[in-house]
C-alpha cells in the first residue's frame, strides 16, 4: 500500500516535498508504520518467528516466503538486531537442550555427530530466508556448545583418569603417580569452574 501511495503522491515527493526539506512519502509510511504498528506487536512477532524456526528444526514444514518477507521488514525498518538477539538466544537453548540430552543418552561422538548436522541445517536455514549476517552468529552458538560439551567429556575423562591414578596410588601401585594423585582435585575444581 505503501507504494501504491507513493505512485499516487510521486509530484508531491518530488516537487513540495524536495522544496520544503520534509521526508519523502515512503519514509513516513516506513516511520509511521514503525510506530503505530510494528512497536505494538513486535514481540508476538519476533516469537512467532522463533516459534516457527523452531518448529522446522523439529522436522516441520513451514512457510519459508512468510518468514523471509518477515525479515526483510525488520530490514526495511533496520531493527534487524531486534529479531537476531533473540533469535541467537533461542538457538543457544535449543541446541543446549538437544545436545544435554543426547550427550546424557548417548556418546560423546553422537552428540559432536548432531552438531555437525545443526551446522549444516543452520546454514542451510541462513541461505533460505534468513539474514546473511546472522550466519557466523549462529554458528558460532553451535559451535561454542560443542566446545562445551568437548571440554565436559575431556574433563569427565581426566576426573577418571585421576581417580583412577588415585586408587592406584593408595593400594600401592604406581608409586610415580603420587604428585598426579594430591593435585587431581584441584586440577577438576579449578577446569569445573572454567566451564
Known sequence: MNQWLRKIFCYLDRYYVKQHSLPTLE????????????QHFKGHAT???ICLIN????GAIIDKTLIKSIIGIYESMEVTYELEQPLLDATRVYYSGKMKN???????????AMAEEALDN???????????????????KIRGLMTFYKLKDAVTNLELALWKARINEENGQDRDMCHVGCGAGIIVKGVLQFL
Not at 27 to 38: D, M, R, V
Not at 102 to 112: D, E, F, G, P, T
Open 55 to 58: 518448529e522446522e528444526r523439529e
Open 102 to 112: 543426547l550427550y546424557a543418552k548417548s556418546s560423546m561422538s553422537a552428540c559432536l
Open 122 to 140: 543452520e546454514k542451510t536455514r541462513v541461505v533460505e530466508y534468513l539474514n546473511p549476517a546472522t550466519e557466523p552468529k549462529i554458528l558460532g
Open 27 to 38: 519514509e513516513t509510511g516506513l516511520q509511521l508504520f514503525k510506530t503505530e504498528i510494528y
Open 47 to 49: 516469537s512467532a518467528i
